[in-house]
T-cell receptor, first 112, second 112 residues
């Protein structure tokens, strides 16, 4: 079983749409959770950390359900500039802060 | 904004040759990491380095690989006797004591 699983997409949506990404992780002892975005052939960039209480940053909302080992990201009012691959990332229990386990990512394409 | 810089941005090497990839971390960062991403695949953790020694490494990071910080600034990844399957984007990342790490733009290695 893969450690971090995501729907590969691609998701093709019009500008202004709301889009949701889902992710599951296999290790219940995972410690920290993040969403990164990666543009084509570029480095991953941190979008936001994910907390059990849920957190929001502008148009972006992230949720964590530890019982279900499930992480989500919601993008509202999507923009053309949101087109990228969205990576679900966890850190294992006891691992160093930089031992990030990445999902393969979900590609988003926002069309005019 | 401070950034992690990597050189070279792209290197083509013959199978069996040694390659050194270089990274200049953000100045006050003490934690250093290497990741790789084979084309079309997920980002994979290779190694973490702190206080002049490896603190954690993955199964990928075998005897073919080594890291060092020879002059207190550059952080290098050496790949001995490169194989075709070493062709990938290699990302350096650095962090301070907080939870966030910052990725460089990557070094694209092509082994022919």
């Amino acid at each position: 079983r893969k450690e971090v699983e995501q729907d590969p997409g691609p998701f093709n949506v019009p500008e202004g749409a709301t889009v949701a990404f889902n992710c599951t992780y296999s290790n219940s002892a995972s410690q920290s959770f993040f969403w990164y975005r990666q543009d084509c052939r570029k480095e991953p960039k941190l979008l936001m950390s994910v907390y059990s209480s849920g957190n929001e940053d502008g148009r972006f909302t992230a949720q964590l359900n530890r019982a279900s080992q499930y992480i989500s990201l919601l993008i509202r009012d999507s923009k053309l500039s949101d087109s990228a691959t969205y990576l679900c990332v966890v850190t294992p229990y006891g691992g160093s802060q930089g031992n990030l386990i990445f999902g393969k990512g979900t590609k988003l394409s926002v069309k005019p | 904004e401070p950034e992690v810089t990597q050189t070279p941005s792209h290197q083509v090497t013959q199978m069996g040759q040694e390659v050194i990839l270089r990274c200049v971390p953000i100045s006050n960062h003490l934690y250093f990491y290497w990741y790789r991403q084979i084309l079309g695949q997920k980002v994979e953790f290779l190694v973490s380095f702190y206080n002049n020694e490896i603190s954690e490494k993955s199964e990928i990071f075998d005897d073919q690989f080594s890291v060092e910080r020879p002059d207190g600034s550059n952080f290098t990844l050496k790949i001995r006797s490169t194989k075709l399957e070493d062709s990938a984007m290699y990302f350096c990342a650095t962090g301070d004591s907080g939870n966030t790490i910052y990725f460089g733009e990557g070094s694209w290695l092509t082994v022919v």
